[in-house]
């Protein structure tokens, strides 16, 4: 049963601190999509890569936020430094798309991060 | 931007009890998804509409999308305590470069008791 993973999955810092969170696609996935949910703002797109490669990141702070993808298996979403703003849970979705279709988006079960 | 607004976004009710959750935008979407979610877990996709007027049924989940594109239904008959969870409905953009881009709504929290 493929399954999007993320580590970790809760995550408490302090503010200031970097926080790396990490997503494995399911195998075959060629999409690979951010998301950030809070309870005010509701599930909100952050940055998503296709082949590898950013396709958008508008959603995503850009002074503090980096996302990258080194290969086809590992995504990170990294913040630098971190803020109590940034306290949401992180969700990482994959999915394969070909021309300007995707498929199913599946989503992994998510990284809690408290920024105190 | 396109914006999608879901209502209620609360819905408390008994065992058995038929439900509507609405999804409704001033955009037109390439499709429309339904998704639910748990505690502590993503959300999965139910149901996936791309034609106007289409209806999907899944079980007791009736799905419809609006003739114009621009809005959506769920229907739940007889509702049972395993339905409760937080429905997503998400939009597709319209062609372009949106590559699967979706645009969430706010949720329905839905809680069935028995």
């Known amino acids: 049963d493929a399954r999007v993973t993320q580590t970790p999955r809760d995550k408490v810092t302090e503010m200031g601190q970097e926080v790396t969170m990490r997503c494995q696609p399911i195998?075959?996935?060629?999409?690979v999509f951010w998301y950030r949910q809070t309870m005010m703002q509701g599930l909100e797109l952050l940055a998503y890569?296709?082949?590898?490669?950013?396709?958008?990141d508008s959603g995503m702070p850009k002074d503090r936020f980096s996302a990258e993808m080194p290969d086809a298996t590992l995504a990170t979403l990294k913040i630098q430094p971190s803020e109590p703003r940034d306290s949401a849970v992180y969700f990482c979705?994959?999915?394969?798309?070909?021309?300007?279709?995707?498929?199913?988006?599946?989503f992994g079960p998510g990284t809690r991060l408290t920024v105190l | 931007t396109q914006l999608l607004e879901q209502s209620p976004q609360f819905l408390s009710i008994q065992e058995g009890e038929n439900l509507t959750v609405y999804c409704n935008s001033s955009s037109v979407f390439s499709s429309l998804q339904w998704y639910r979610q748990e505690p502590g877990e993503g959300p999965v996709l139910l149901v996936t509409v791309v034609t106007g007027g289409e209806v999907k049924k899944l079980k007791r989940l009736t799905f419809q999308f609006g003739d114009a594109r621009k809005d959506s239904s769920l229907h739940i008959t007889a509702a049972q305590p395993g339905d409760t969870g937080l429905y997503l409905c998400a939009g597709g953009g319209a062609g372009g470069t949106s590559y699967g881009k979706l645009t969430f709504g706010q949720g329905t929290i839905l809680t069935v008791h028995p």
């Open positions: 979705a994959s999915g394969f798309s070909s021309g300007e279709w995707t498929d199913t988006q599946y």
């Open positions: 195998l075959g996935h060629n999409t």
């Open positions: 890569f296709r082949n590898r490669a950013p396709l958008d």
